[in-house]
Every structure is written in C-alpha cells, then in structure tokens.
C-alpha cells in the first residue's frame, strides 16, 4: 500500500483547478470544442474503465540523454480524472539519472521516494535553495511554480510517485523550454554572458 497510500493525505488539499459542478466529468478527449477542461463524455458512455489507471505500474524506458522517465497520470492518460483536481506521475531513474530543473506552472507536488537514493530540491523566488537526499518512504513536496529537480545519487535504480492537486499540472522543463525552443541565440548569449558557440553546443544537445 506504500506506493500510494500518501495519496490520502493530499485529499484535503485545496484544487488548483475548479471545483467539479456534477458526480464527474469523465473526459472527451476527442471533441472537437476547447475549453478550460475538456467536456464529458456522455454519461451513458461511462464506464468502469474510465475510473481505473494501470499505467504506473509499469517501469518507464531511461535511455534518453537524462536517464530517466516520467509516466503521466493525468487527465490525458486517465480521463477520469477530468474536473477532480488531481494527477499523479511515476518517474524513474537509472543510476545517475536526472528529472532536470523544472516547473508545474499550475500545481504544487508532492511525492515518495519508493525505491532508491533521491536528492531533491527546489529553488524560492528569493533564490534560496532547499534540499534533503530521501530514501525509501520519505517524501517531498515542491511548491507551486518553484523550480526543482530530482537527481539519483544511489547506485542502483530510483523509482518515486508523485502527486498534484491538478489534472494537469504542466511541465515547463528548464533547459528544452530554452535550448529546443526558438528563442534567438542574442537573447541566451545576453542572458548567460556567453559566446553564440557555447549556446550552438548546448542546443545541439537537444536538438533531437
């Protein structure tokens, strides 16, 4: 019961999304009309699939430049979850992986560390930077819109569940939103006092 067991305690936390106006709102990611949600699916199409997610029982692929995978348990995923103010991820680490500096523009989080050896931490708008190494059963919670990252400092495999108090929390991860971006290279030279060719080479790094 370990793994989402602390999901419980996030039940009274307030939403970030609005409150729900009906029982639920299972979501019809196929329509056509765009709204701050997405609109129900009939209820007489409703079924007891729409309220059950088997997704993070499954370990993510980490061979990626990061080594490491993030599995989405939100309204995208799991539609149920439409207009209930809540999500959850399962992100896992190979030794050394990193989930890079990032931000959930909508959502404060929360997780527990299942398996492995995990430093977190997260960065205040006042620049101040708090931090703690976890292991199996401790948790964390990032506030919202801070950005924080998680780095495996253990030699084995890390596997963590987080959650949010959104269906859709965001993610705005710091190094693609600028290097894979469109962003002019005069902007990032300016910003990071560098030449153009130290910028090429770090976006060359996430070109693909």
Do not use: W
Request: include cysteine; hydrophobic fraction near 40%; glycine fraction near 8%.
């Amino acid at each position: 019961m370990l793994p989402y067991s602390f999901l419980a305690s996030t039940s009274t936390f307030p939403s970030a999304d609005p409150d729900p106006l009906q029982d639920f709102c299972v979501a019809n990611l196929s329509a056509s009309i765009s709204v701050n949600g997405f609109p129900c699916k009939p209820v007489s199409a409703v079924t007891s699939d729409d309220f059950f997610f088997d997704g993070l029982t499954k370990e993510g692929n980490t061979t990626n430049i990061f080594l490491s995978s993030v599995t989405p348990g939100n309204v995208l995923t799991f539609p149920g979850l439409n207009t209930l103010g809540l999500s959850m991820n399962r992100v896992d680490f190979a030794p050394g992986g990193i989930n890079p500096p990032h931000l959930h523009p909508r959502t404060t989080e929360t997780g527990v560390v299942i398996e492995g050896k995990l430093l977190v931490g997260f960065v205040t708008s006042n620049n101040v930077f708090y931090y703690k190494v976890l292991t199996a059963g401790q948790m964390f919670v990032i506030p919202r819109g801070f950005v924080h990252f998680q780095l495996n400092v253990g030699e084995g495999k890390v596997h963590t569940v987080t959650a949010f108090n959104s269906h859709l929390p965001g993610a705005v991860v710091v190094p693609i939103n600028l290097f894979a971006s469109s962003i002019p290279n005069e902007v990032l030279t300016k910003t990071f006092q560098v030449d153009v060719d130290v910028i090429n080479t770090i976006r060359s790094k996430f070109s693909s």
